[in-house]
């Protein structure tokens, strides 16, 4: 169904009525748990049907509203084309203006947009999505040679994979540690932890042991829909293959449960060879998965008080991905 078909979008907030089928970051769980304030905005066709929604958070900070969205739009019923999207996200940006939000800033990496609003700062961006629905020894095919042989070298060197709640200290302190020797920071132990006690058994902890010493983490949260990886870590000099084992540990559990999607959250498009994006890439790739491009974007609703929050991020951080990562929105073009 065209644009002309469905006639221009009319956006207007809708109660949550997320159900396992749904991606887990659009729940009311997560969004109460990583804002301030949250809801969905629902896109209605011309007849009055909702076409699609958008699950937001909303944290205040420094006397500004911040809009993050945790998860692209997610189409409902026939789906929604890349145009009715956008213009959709247009309405959305009016509805935040009117309700005084100050600026949207980089989504999180579970929210992969296919398109972006008029005066928003984009950048291309992407992710890695396993299909969970193939039989195990298709999932292993996908896989390239060395992936698999680093899955059999850490089997026979005895890596154990435990998982539980308990572990969730445990793996927030060596993802810590792993982000802090590329000079990366994680979010607080309270937020995370926060975030688990709201999503009870729909988080899931991997820890990667050998003779009783912790090789490698990996913490997803999930649903039928998908599950997404938040963050991992690994020992200064693991074991060779831990964090491979690690991951298809991971996806052998959630295909055991249902779940339908694996999903790496985040890479960097056409990233500069030598460098840690170009290594998270291939580490990624090489697991079999589909590259699904899309983007990542930022608008300024209230343009001096993005102006000033935009410099802030420069001086303190160099920048967000978006800074980064926008210099290659020239020529950059979505596979449909």
């Not at 890695?128 to 899955?151: F, H, P, S, V, W």
């Not at 793996?171 to 979010?187: F, H, N, P, V």
């Amino acid at each position: 169904m065209s644009v002309s078909d469905i006639g221009q979008l009319r956006t207007a907030p809708v109660p949550i009525n997320w159900h396992d089928g749904l991606p887990i970051p659009a729940s009311e769980q997560f969004l109460r748990a990583v804002g301030d304030d949250y809801g969905w905005i629902g896109g209605f066709d011309k007849a009055g049907e909702c076409r699609c929604i958008l699950p937001y958070s909303i944290i205040s900070k420094l006397n500004c509203r911040i809009v993050r969205f945790r998860h692209e739009t997610i189409p409902l019923g026939n789906g929604l084309e890349i145009e009715a999207e956008r213009q959709f996200l247009d309405m959305a940006m009016e509805y935040f203006r009117s309700i005084h939000i100050d600026m949207v800033v980089p989504a999180g990496n579970t929210a992969l947009f296919r398109t972006y609003p008029s005066g928003a700062i984009a950048a291309p961006y992407g992710t890695y999505i396993k299909d969970l629905t193939l039989a195990e020894d298709e999932l292993l095919a996908e896989m390239d040679a060395g992936c698999r042989k680093n899955i059999r070298r850490a089997t026979r060197n005895a890596v154990e994979i435990r998982t539980g709640r308990d572990y969730l200290h445990l793996a927030y302190e060596m993802s810590k540690q792993t982000m802090a020797r590329t000079g990366a920071q994680l979010k607080s132990y309270g937020e995370i932890a926060r975030l688990a006690d709201a999503l009870g058994e729909q988080v899931c902890i991997f820890v990667a042991f050998q003779a009783g010493i912790i090789q490698a983490c990996l913490v997803c949260v999930f649903s039928n829909h998908t599950a997404y990886t938040l963050y991992g870590g690994t020992a200064a000099n693991p074991v060779q293959g831990a964090m491979h084992l690690l991951h298809w540990a991971a996806m052998c559990q959630f295909k055991e449960l249902g779940v339908k999607r694996f999903n790496f959250t985040g890479v960097r498009i056409d990233p500069v060879p030598g460098t840690k994006q170009e290594g998270i890439l291939t580490f990624k790739a090489r697991f079999g998965g589909q590259l699904v491009r899309g983007y990542t974007w930022k608008h300024g609703l209230n343009r001096m008080k993005f102006a000033a929050y935009s410099f802030a991020v420069r001086l303190l951080h160099g920048g967000d991905v978006v800074d980064a990562e926008q210099g290659k929105l020239a020529g950059y073009q979505l596979a449909h």
